[in-house]
């Protein structure tokens, strides 16, 4: 079974400034997606960002981008020039790709960013 | 577009009561996800739909169940509650496959007293 592993429960960063968050994986297959999802405290679970596996190019999506390892099996995301709006907790997801496989989400268990005025 | 509707937001039952908590989905989805929320075991997997067939099913009791119709719409129905179902429930819509991203909807807050 695939499992995400998010080292770090919080993280804080001054408004502005950079700030990256980690996320580990375990996986037996070879093709998959991974996101990261922000849950603000409004529970409203919203997408930032999505990798395929095939692709070796990071994604990238405005201030967002990600640091995708693929044979070390982690999944980074990178917010650059932190906003106030960017609080959240953050949760690092895995799907698998293979046919016939299930289309469930597997999280991990979030890292909760504070953003510092 | 309109995005993914939930309801109702909130809820509050009693132990041994049942409930039944809806999802809309985007219009022209046809995959719609369960997922339960709580703080001691994070986000949990707890059935998928596509076309009105259940495609994959979580590691939950069978007092935890659903449907969807055809006109994509899933409900999910928990029998005899218990304390520890209190939890946000999330859904999550795609268009069709594996390939297609899950977008949320607010979610439905369940407490059970």
């Known amino acids: 079974a695939q499992t995400v592993t998010q080292s770090q429960p919080e993280m804080s960063v001054q408004e502005a400034e950079t700030v990256t968050l980690s996320c580990t994986y375990d996986?037996?297959?070879?093709?998959?997606?991974l996101f990261w999802y922000k849950q603000p405290p409004s529970r409203q679970m919203i997408l930032v960002i999505r990798q395929e596996a095939y692709k070796q190019q990071n994604a990238t999506e405005n201030r967002f981008s990600v640091n995708f390892q693929k044979a070390a099996k982690s999944f980074s995301l990178k917010i650059s020039d932190s906003q106030l709006g960017d609080a959240a907790m953050y949760f690092c997801?895995?799907?698998?790709?293979?046919?016939?496989?299930?289309?469930?989400?597997?999280f991990g268990k979030g890292t909760k960013l504070t953003v510092n005025p | 577009k309109a995005g993914v509707t939930q309801t109702p937001r909130y809820l509050i039952k009693t132990r041994g009561q049942q409930v039944t908590l809806s999802c809309s989905p985007i219009s022209g989805h046809r995959s719609v996800s369960w997922y339960q929320q709580t703080p001691g075991q994070g986000l949990q997997f707890l059935f998928e739909y596509f076309s009105e067939t259940q495609r994959n099913k979580g590691n939950f009791p069978g007092r935890f169940s659903g449907r969807q119709f055809s006109n994509s719409r899933s409900e999910m129905n928990v029998s005899t509650l218990e304390l520890g179902d209190s939890a946000l429930y999330l859904c999550?819509?795609?268009?069709?496959?594996?390939?297609?991203?899950?977008?949320f909807g607010p979610g439905t807050r369940l407490t059970v007293l």
């Open positions: 996986t037996s297959e070879s093709d998959y997606y």
């Open positions: 997801a895995y799907r698998s790709a293979v046919r016939g496989g299930s289309e469930k989400l597997v």
């Open positions: 999550a819509s795609s268009l069709r496959s594996r390939t297609d991203t899950q977008y």
